[in-house]
């Protein structure tokens, strides 16, 4: 039992280049998100999924795009990298039950555009 | 949208005292309220997390109690450790709305042996 895998772990582009962050889980949850991690501002919401097939936009969508086309993958696109996407990227996925609905991150992706 | 604030952003204290970390919210409909812990380099991981019918939640030396009324939630850790040092993120949530998950801005604890 994985948990959530992210890859790559660490990735320089340049501006303008594309890139997709992978996320897989394995945990057969429905939820799934991206979140990226910026100095003094937390954890901000990019893009979530209820299930497969549904996507919809967080606090931060712009510059990014996701499908989710299986309950296991969750992929994160950057379509034209600027350097204002540097960052550290998180992908989670959860359950809700009627106790918790705990995020299970992945290790995070350092992203740096220059 | 919901707006998480927390405060303090750092937060020093010797080792066997308490340390507090306090979160406000702004979205009434938000009834789910965890708080993560993040050591250096690692990823975030749950700590506790308390509902909104439950007016306080206690899992060894940790706590968490929430004022519906005021909107405000607080992490409270007794007898703290060095390995309590780490940053600590309060969120709020609505079950209701599957995954939205909105954090505060995070708290820099360093616990002093």
């Known amino acids: 039992n994985a948990g959530v895998t992210q890859t790559p772990k660490f990735q320089v582009l340049k501006t303008g280049q594309s890139m997709t962050l992978q996320c897989a889980q394995d945990?057969?949850?429905?939820?799934m998100s991206w979140y990226r991690q910026d100095p003094g501002m937390g954890l901000r919401l990019i893009h979530y999924s209820v299930g497969a097939g549904i996507t919809d936009q967080g606090e931060v969508p712009n510059g990014y795009n996701v499908s989710r086309s299986t309950t296991e993958d969750f992929p994160l696109r950057l379509l034209s990298a600027a350097p204002s996407q540097t960052s550290v990227y998180f992908c989670?996925?959860?359950?809700?039950?009627?106790?918790?609905?705990?995020?299970?991150f992945g290790e995070g992706s350092r992203l740096t555009v220059l | 949208g919901e707006n998480v604030e927390q405060h303090p952003s750092t937060l020093s204290v010797q080792e066997g005292d308490s340390a507090v970390i306090k979160c406000t919210y702004s979205d009434s409909a938000s009834n789910y309220f965890p708080w993560y812990k993040q050591e250096l380099g690692k990823r975030p991981q749950l700590i506790i997390d308390i509902r909104s019918n439950v007016g306080e939640k206690k899992d060894q030396r940790i706590a968490v109690t929430l004022n519906k009324t005021a909107k405000h939630f607080s992490l409270h850790i007794t007898e703290t450790q060095p390995e309590d040092s780490a940053v600590y993120f309060c969120?709020?949530?609505?079950?209701?709305?599957?995954?939205?998950?909105?954090f505060g801005t995070g708290t820099s604890l360093t616990v002093i042996p």
């Open positions: 989670a996925s959860s359950r809700w039950t009627p106790n918790t609905g705990e995020l299970f």
């Open positions: 945990m057969n949850h429905e939820y």
């Open positions: 969120a709020a949530s609505m079950t209701n709305t599957g995954n939205q998950f909105y």
